[in-house]
């Protein structure tokens, strides 16, 4: 069974400055999708970034960008410019094939002023 | 387009007691889930559906029923709740299971068992 681990149980950072979460995955598959999603207090989940496992590209979007590293099993996700509306937890998730996602136990983020 | 909807947003209930947490989504999507969210834990699949008709388990099942008669809607049935049912529950939906596409998730229902 695929595991999703999430080592920071809780990490704060300067507004403007950059910050990096940490996931580590296991899986014995080859084929797979992997995915960061935003929990604001108001209890959302909104997707921040996805990345598809055959691509070696790493993802980014805007002030998002992830580090894939296949072969080590290692999906970290960096902020840059680090925003108060950043605040949240933050789930790493794994997808595979047939679309069941596993989650981590989250990180909360805490951006301060 | 109201994506997915979940009905109510809280619930309490007393041991014993039977519920249904009504989810629905309009954006025509084959693959619907149920997630229950406890602190520390993430996220974890309690029931899957690929199709209105075909339901699955996922990581912790017990204790709960679905069935998916529509495309539309995936209700998620508590038989007998119990004080470890205490959760926020999430329905999510997504197009079909072969393409990469994201889940979308409801605004969640928080569910108190006494």
């Known amino acids: 069974a695929q595991t999703v681990t999430q080592s920071q149980p809780e990490m704060s950072v300067q507004e403007a400055e950059t910050v990096t979460l940490s996931c580590t995955y296991d899986?014995?598959?080859?084929?797979?999708?992997l995915f960061w999603y935003k929990q604001p207090p108001s209890r959302q989940m909104i997707l921040v970034i996805r990345?598809?496992?055959?691509?070696?590209q790493n993802a980014t979007e805007n002030r998002f960008s992830v580090n894939f590293q296949k072969a080590a099993k290692s999906f970290s996700l960096k902020i840059s410019d680090s925003q108060l509306g950043d605040t949240a937890m933050y789930f790493c998730a794994f997808r595979d094939y047939g679309n069941k996602l596993v989650f981590g136990a989250g990180t909360i983020l805490r951006v301060k002023s | 387009n109201a994506g997915v909807t979940q009905t109510p947003k809280f619930q309490v209930l007393k041991t014993g007691q039977s519920m249904t947490l009504q989810c629905a989504q309009d954006m025509n999507h084959e693959y619907m889930s149920w997630y229950r969210q406890d602190p520390g834990m993430g996220l974890r699949l309690i029931h899957y559906s690929v199709g209105a008709g075909i339901t699955d388990q996922g990581e912790v099942p017990n204790g709960y029923n679905v069935s998916r008669s529509t495309t539309e809607d995936f209700p998620l049935r508590l038989l007998s709740a119990a004080p470890s049912q205490t959760s926020v529950y999430f329905c999510?939906?997504?197009?079909?299971?072969?393409?990469?596409?994201?889940?979308?998730f409801g605004p969640g229902t928080r569910l108190t068992v006494t």
């Open positions: 990345q598809e496992a055959y691509k070696q």
């Open positions: 999510a939906s997504s197009s079909s299971p072969q393409t990469p596409r994201e889940q979308y």
């Open positions: 899986t014995s598959e080859s084929n797979y999708y």
